[in-house]
């Protein structure tokens, strides 16, 4: 396979998916039989605390691998997923790494949806020999280790693919982008699309604010005074909106434009931005949009309709947990039944995967023995319109030196 297929943009408006009626959903072998056989441990961990709920990723993988369970397990072994809330407490993450691997002898850990988790336990899973398939990395630790691969981009490629964007449509010259002082995650992707545009020949810079306590209107006094014509806001969905609510009151939609890395592609926000937002707040989806209808997104609704709870969100977390829990599924049914229960057997062939593909994602999916994993690095860029989004520009590849070793691997794959 060569670099993803880069489609002509369309204008799709985003209705506001509803739990909808939909077809049974195919999970696993899809024998319709539930599997009986003695369960296969699989773990995972998420942070739901202040300053976010990550929950969403877990959710949908649980949801799978119940999918899976009523049509035939893994050649006939249910899945146990076990999952534990590190609560964004690192004490608890190393806690919870500890409880699921070296207490319940998990042998993958599946969905994994945390700011803290990955960065504490990045060096375990390395020395207990565990692939982490995760859905909802946001720290560096999670992308630049040898034992964690996930669905989603994280913060670092969504931003600069929102900057690129920018650049190349709108022509921006001096983009700010208002990210976390937490230096594994705001730092890093800002500081990585700084570096974007600097390799450019453009100006880049960086507006950090203390996650502790955001003072939204500071923040955005420091962005103006940067002197960019462009804001990137790289933040938490609920302190992103605090943001442009503070820019609207200012009277800033016009002055500026608008671009936002993924967490404000949520269903929930067109309404809570209201009207004054419409046709200005592009935003990166490191996701397919949920409206292109393709196999694997009719069948994630369909397996959350079925096996999660009615008040589930159905939002690029949930979407990557699903595709984590199917890729890990997929990968298992290919194992002796006897060999899931050896940890150092499910980590050789989670390692070995390669070029597995989704209509939710713009390119494949691999692991490998690299020391870093990014397999998801091209997205889709929509705007605000409505009460939805409409898409502005389909699956492209960010450019940034930081996927120089990426692009490399995947050519070493035969990949690309």
Not at 173 to 199: F, K, R
Request: net charge negative; with cysteine.
């Amino acid at each position: 396979m060569t670099n993803p297929i880069l489609l002509a943009a369309g204008t799709i408006t985003l209705a506001l998916i509803g739990s909808t009626a939909l077809a049974a959903p195919v999970c696993g072998a899809g024998t319709g039989q539930p599997a009986t056989g003695v369960p296969v441990k699989v773990g995972g961990i998420h942070g739901n605390a202040a300053p976010g709920d990550f929950s969403s990723s877990t959710t949908a993988a649980r949801a799978y691998f119940d999918c899976v369970n009523a049509n035939g397990g893994l050649n006939g072994r249910p899945i146990a997923y076990l999952v534990e809330n590190d609560q964004w407490n690192p004490e608890l993450a190393a806690q919870a790494a500890s409880k699921l691997l070296t207490d319940d002898k998990v042998v993958a850990m599946v969905g994994n949806g945390s700011f803290v988790e990955m960065a504490v336990n990045a060096p375990t899973y390395k020395a207990e020999g565990i692939m982490a398939m995760a859905a909802g990395c946001a720290v560096s630790e999670c992308f630049e280790s040898p034992n964690i691969v996930s669905t989603n981009q994280g913060p670092l490629p969504s931003t600069i693919g929102a900057a690129q964007y920018m650049v190349e449509e709108k022509a921006a010259q001096h983009a700010v982008c208002i990210g976390l002082t937490i230096p594994n995650v705001g730092n890093w992707s800002c500081g990585a699309m700084e570096e974007y545009m600097a390799s450019k020949g453009l100006t880049g810079s960086s507006v950090l604010l203390n996650p502790a306590s955001p003072d939204v209107n500071s923040g955005l006094l420091e962005a103006v005074a940067t002197g960019a014509d462009t804001m990137v806001v790289n933040l938490p969905a609920g302190l992103a909106i605090a943001f442009l609510k503070a820019a609207e009151e200012q009277g800033l939609g016009d002055a500026y434009q608008w671009a936002s890395s993924t967490p404000l592609y949520d269903r929930t926000v067109p309404a809570a931005l209201g009207p004054y937002w419409d046709g200005k707040m592009f935003i990166n989806a490191e996701l397919t949009p949920w409206d292109k209808g393709g196999p694997d997104a009719t069948n994630w609704l369909a397996v959350m309709d079925a096996h999660a709870p009615a008040g589930a969100p159905r939002d690029t977390f949930s979407q990557s947990g699903y595709l984590a829990a199917r890729y890990f599924v997929e990968t298992a049914l290919k194992l002796d039944p006897a060999q899931l229960d050896d940890r150092a057997a499910v980590t050789a062939a989670i390692t070995a995967i390669n070029g597995y593909t989704s209509d939710l994602t713009c390119g494949p999916y691999y692991v490998g023995t690299a020391d870093r994993h990014m397999p998801n690095h091209a997205g889709t860029m929509v705007v605000v319109k409505g009460d939805g989004f409409e898409t502005v520009r389909d699956c492209y590849e960010y450019d940034s030196p930081y996927f120089a070793p990426i692009l490399e691997q995947e050519a070493a794959l035969g990949l690309r």
